[in-house]
């Protein structure tokens, strides 16, 4: 599994995603937008997911778990694919919330 980015914050741009997709460049048919939240994502997905939009920005597990008012074991078990968040929409929307601001104030 592959992940692009589109990353947009201003007015009038595409909305912020990360995009699910094979080696080939086709999608695997799971978008994390604005507009549309996947509700049925593996541990290992989420994971993959949680780790890449960290890391994306340059932040810790630690960081990310006070960012998003969690701690850093519960964060630890999302990354690692051991556990998936109870109210997955919520955190995955915390993270690209969290995501959004830093990629915004980094280009100010």
């Not at 589109?6 to 595409?14: A, L, P, T």
């Not at 541990?43 to 340059?58: A, G, H, I, N, P």
Request: net charge negative.
């Amino acid at each position: 599994m592959v992940f692009t980015r589109n990353v947009s914050v201003g007015e009038g741009e595409k909305p912020f995603g990360i995009y699910f997709t094979n080696e080939n460049g086709k999608s695997d048919g799971i978008r994390l937008d604005d507009e549309e939240v996947e509700e049925d994502l593996t541990c290992e997905e989420f994971s993959d997911y949680l780790k890449f939009m960290r890391q994306s920005v340059q932040m810790t597990r630690k960081q990310l778990a006070d960012a998003i008012d969690f701690n850093f074991d519960t964060v630890a078990r999302w990354e690692t694919g051991k556990r998936l968040p109870s109210k997955i929409n919520t955190i995955i929307e915390a993270v690209r919330n969290e995501v959004k601001l830093r990629i915004k104030y980094k280009s100010v």
